[in-house]
């Protein structure tokens, strides 16, 4: 049986190992190198599962749209439903999936790999603090890939809208394009940027912590990575609903 200590001890050290990534922000040297180089590292492993994932995502929603405005005569506003199922939803939700289940393991077995080698003692007891050297770059460039992650779903996810709506259920290419701007705007696509940076956030955070807190070896690594997946899902959809609750009450989902 699970005690309310043994869940509250995990989450209390990751926000203190959040607030300790808050606080190391402000200090200096940052390390632009390992930044960089996190950023190339995760988009490695994010860019294809996103595309992938968003061609039969989109392109099954879109064709249920479709059937609908079809069957009451409203296919010329394909472009409006394409935009706002992509922009609003779709994008960000696609970018969940991706960023919990590749980017934030990826973060998780790096770490875990360099705990169990005892590399992260050796760095502190050298006096360099892990946090800064290590957290903060994978954190930031997590929410740095997610972002670019998402203007990739979100172009591709048009793409595959336009190719369904009119070469496929007979939309008109005029009226697709006319009506793409009629449901959503810039405000929408910054909205949706600012979901993807929320979950790029969380899931940088969820890989670090579970790497640096892997235990056991290989297989320790290997549990922390799949433990990793299901946090990772369960932050980033609460976020994904606070934030959609957050922009309604504010009036900004409204068209």
């Given at each position: 049986?699970?005690?309310?200590?043994?869940?509250?001890?995990?989450?209390?050290?990751?926000?203190?190992?959040?607030?300790?990534?808050?606080?190391?922000?402000?200090?200096?040297?940052?390390?632009?190198?390992?930044?960089?180089?996190?950023?190339?590292?995760?988009?490695?492993?994010?860019?294809?599962?996103?595309?992938?994932?968003?061609?039969?995502?989109?392109?099954?929603?879109?064709?249920?749209?479709?059937?609908?405005?079809?069957?009451?005569?409203?296919?010329?506003?394909?472009?409006?439903?394409?935009?706002?199922?992509?922009?609003?939803?779709?994008?960000?939700?696609?970018?969940?999936?991706?960023?919990?289940?590749?980017?934030?393991?990826?973060?998780?077995?790096?770490?875990?790999?360099?705990?169990?080698?005892?590399?992260?003692?050796?760095?502190?007891?050298?006096?360099?603090?892990?946090?800064?050297?290590?957290?903060?770059?994978?954190?930031?460039?997590s929410v740095v890939v997610a972002v670019g992650l998402n203007c990739v779903v979100c172009i591709v996810g048009v793409a595959v809208g336009y190719v369904f709506a009119v070469p496929v259920?007979?939309?008109?290419?005029?009226?697709?394009?006319?009506?793409?701007?009629?449901?959503?705007?810039?405000?929408?696509?910054?909205?949706?940027?600012?979901?993807?940076?929320?979950?790029?956030?969380?899931?940088?955070?969820?890989?670090?912590?579970?790497?640096?807190?892997?235990?056991?070896?290989?297989?320790?690594?290997?549990?922390?990575?799949?433990?990793?997946?299901?946090?990772?899902?369960?932050?980033?959809?609460?976020?994904?609903?606070?934030?959609?609750?957050?922009?309604?009450?504010?009036?900004?989902?409204?068209?």
């Open positions: 049986m699970i005690s309310a200590a043994g869940v509250m001890k995990p989450v209390g050290a990751f926000v203190a190992m959040t607030l300790d990534t808050a606080r190391a922000v402000g200090k200096r040297p940052f390390h632009w190198r390992e930044f960089v180089q996190q950023i190339a590292f995760i988009s490695g492993v994010s860019i294809v599962p996103a595309v992938m994932l968003t061609i039969p995502f989109v392109g099954f929603t879109i064709f249920i749209l479709n059937t609908l405005l079809v069957e009451i005569g409203a296919i010329d506003y394909a472009g409006a439903a394409v935009g706002l199922a992509v922009i609003r939803e779709i994008g960000p939700i696609a970018s969940v999936l991706v960023v919990a289940g590749a980017g934030s393991t990826a973060i998780c077995a790096d770490l875990g790999a360099r705990k169990i080698r005892e590399e992260i003692d050796a760095m502190e007891v050298l006096g360099i603090d892990p946090i800064q050297r290590l957290v903060l770059p994978r954190v930031l460039a259920q007979g939309s008109s290419a005029g009226q697709f394009t006319a009506s793409f701007t009629l449901l959503t705007g810039t405000t929408d696509f910054v909205l949706s940027q600012t979901k993807a940076a929320v979950f790029g956030l969380g899931a940088g955070l969820v890989g670090c912590f579970r790497g640096l807190s892997a235990a056991g070896g290989p297989k320790g690594v290997g549990d922390a990575v799949n433990q990793t997946v299901v946090l990772a899902f369960v932050v980033l959809f609460i976020f994904n609903t606070l934030l959609s609750l957050i922009f309604l009450q504010l009036g900004l989902l409204s068209s």
